[in-house]
């Protein structure tokens, strides 16, 4: 204490209790919602476990063919057969149910932090006030160190799936709010005014013009989301989220290279499978399907300007 106290004179400033604070509002928190929090935690065990049972229900061999069968129908023929290699070498390396583990954790979180950040970044680029108040806390949510957010989910939900979860949504949610903002904001603002001229509320502009449009924007958030996520989900292993990130501290605990690196590249795996699938459906992926559609005349071909001026003649006359 005396040390303390020479340390703030020399210094000259006085110490600020900001943990001191933290301490004592996480108390009352804990005290006052202890319920709240117990049912949220067994809510998200519950979705966490039961996809992962799901996911891991059916053959591996199956799930494989699946997830491969949607990579070429989400881009080609080349990313469907390196999602069949890729993901077998997966169970090759014995790591097949740790990665389900894993990919149930990033599937809920994933779909919490979106339907989190859309609609906040929709009303964020709707409305400043809310887009100057928000923008701090999505500072501070994106650059605080990702073990720091461990320590108050612990606190609340202690070990297990929940905690890893609620710290997993706070970290990537973020980059689905800024970019889905941003999407909408750029939409062009005379496309918006004709929407408004041919009499459109704001409801019907938002779905039919601007979150059309935004959406390659807004799929890039998706898409930085699933990749916070899952980078957060292996970090997560160290509050006994289990899975890869489980397999990882356990290769720390014991200094198994081997176990390590095979836990590794099946994030590694997940990691490229998910960010080129979802990058495919940002940029109007499942193309097979739609030139399928087409040769079979269930999607007409876009007019050209020719098609319309030929048109217009016949109506003239």
Same mark, same amino acid.
């Given at each position: ?18 943990? $001191?604070?933290?301490?004592? #509002? =996480?108390?009352?928190?804990?005290? *006052?919602? &202890? $319920?709240? =929090? *117990? ?52 169970? #090759? ?41 928000? &923008? ?20 609340? =939900?202690? !070990? ?42 704001? &409801? ?6 601007? =979150? ?22 292996? !970090? ?53 399907? &739609? ?9 007409? $071909? ?16």
């Amino acid at each position: 204490m005396m040390l303390q106290t020479m340390d703030t004179v020399e210094s000259g400033v006085p110490r600020i209790p900001v943990g $001191e604070w933290i301490d004592t #509002g =996480f108390d009352w928190v804990k005290t *006052n919602f &202890r $319920e709240f =929090f *117990n049912l949220l935690a067994d809510g998200i065990e519950t979705a966490v476990e039961g996809l992962a049972d799901l996911l891991a229900w059916p053959p591996a061999l199956a799930v494989v063919i699946v997830l491969s069968l949607l990579a070429w129908l989400a881009r080609d023929w080349k990313l469907g057969l390196g999602s069949l290699l890729s993901l077998g070498a997966v169970i #090759g390396m014995d790591q097949w149910d740790n990665s389900m583990v894993t990919l149930a954790l990033v599937v809920v979180a994933t779909v919490v932090a979106l339907v989190l950040a859309i609609p906040l970044g929709i009303a964020a680029a709707r409305w400043d006030p809310l887009s100057a108040a928000i &923008r701090p806390v999505m500072d501070l949510m994106q650059t605080m160190p990702a073990f720091v957010w461990l320590v108050p989910v612990v606190t609340l =939900f202690s !070990i297990g799936v929940p905690g890893a979860l609620i710290a997993t949504v706070i970290f990537a949610l973020p980059p689905g709010v800024r970019l889905t903002e941003l999407g909408i904001r750029q939409v062009d603002a005379e496309v918006v005014e004709a929407g408004h001229a041919f009499g459109g509320t704001p &409801r019907q502009i938002l779905r039919g013009i601007q =979150f059309p449009l935004a959406m390659p924007t807004i799929m890039a958030g998706v898409n930085q989301v699933i990749m916070l996520a899952l980078s957060m989900a292996v !970090i997560a292993g160290l509050v006994g989220a289990g899975g890869l990130g489980g397999a990882v501290v356990s290769a720390i605990m014991t200094l198994n290279i081997g176990l390590g690196f095979e836990a590794g590249l099946s994030v590694v795996v997940l990691a490229i499978y998910l960010d080129r699938v979802t990058a495919s459906v940002g940029g109007g992926g499942f193309s097979l399907l &739609r030139r399928r559609g087409r040769n079979a005349g269930s999607v007409p $071909e876009p007019a050209t300007d020719e098609d319309v001026d030929l048109e217009g003649r016949k109506a003239m006359v």
